[in-house]
């Protein structure tokens, strides 16, 4: 299976970041906009693991949880890569709460070599997706949107949590389900939550 370690986003933050996706989507720009309901931090791509590499992905991830505490994590600049001259790839980033989360990418990338997985050699960019450029088409529009709209960044909020996704391409596009919620501070060994459950995330 295809899987990922991410931190899921309460209703109240992917509702702000779906409006955003709205007024940016008015430039008429070729952009494939991740779906309101699939919007999270990424932490890892694991690519294909097995269910046997699953359980100790998700024993791994209650070690490195029971090292952080829960923070608070907070939106603020909207960007592109390469630049917001040029976008292919649209993001909002961090501003409170980005020093845990890349710790805790740290911790994870460190801890994930130790079991076997694939080390990613660039560095932690912590940041949520809010769409992909798939073509030229008015992408002058779309850079100055990204220039110049107004966005209030939505209220920060509580991190309690890591999630590990389980990700499915369909021909609508990627389907996320909830594969293990765990707890930040949770004993080494505690049990994963809600093994599973098809992806929405807790407000």
């Known amino acids: ?15 702000s970041l779906a409006d955003l996706q709205r007024r940016l989507g008015e430039s008429g720009a070729d952009v ?5 309901e699939h919007l999270h931090v990424t932490l890892k791509f694991l690519d294909e693991i097995t269910e046997e590499q699953r359980r100790t992905v998700e024993e791994m991830l209650t070690h490195v949880a029971g090292q952080q505490r829960p923070f608070t994590l907070g939106l603020k600049q909207l960007g592109a890569f390469p630049s917001l001259r040029a976008p292919r790839i649209i993001w909002v980033g961090l501003e409170e709460g980005r020093e845990p989360v890349v710790r805790i990418a740290e911790r994870i ?13 660039r560095p932690v960019a912590a940041h949520v997706t809010l769409g992909r450029v798939r ?20 209220e920060p909020f509580q991190v309690t949590a890591l999630t590990l996704y389980r990700s499915d391409l369909h021909s609508s596009g990627p389907r996320y389900t909830v ?10 060994g505690a049990a994963a939550k809600n093994p599973g459950r098809s992806a929405r995330p807790a407000s």
């Open 32 to 36: 494939k906009w991740v779906e309101p």
């Open 109 to 121: 990338e460190r801890e994930g070599q130790a079991i076997g997985l694939r080390r990613e050699e």
């Open 135 to 154: 073509s030229p088409k008015r992408r002058d529009s779309l850079a100055q949107r990204l220039q110049s709209a107004p966005w209030e960044p939505p």
């Open 179 to 188: 594969l293990a919620e765990i707890p930040l501070t949770a004993a080494a």
């Open 1 to 15: 299976m295809r899987a990922f370690i991410g931190i899921a986003l309460p209703d109240a933050v992917r509702s």
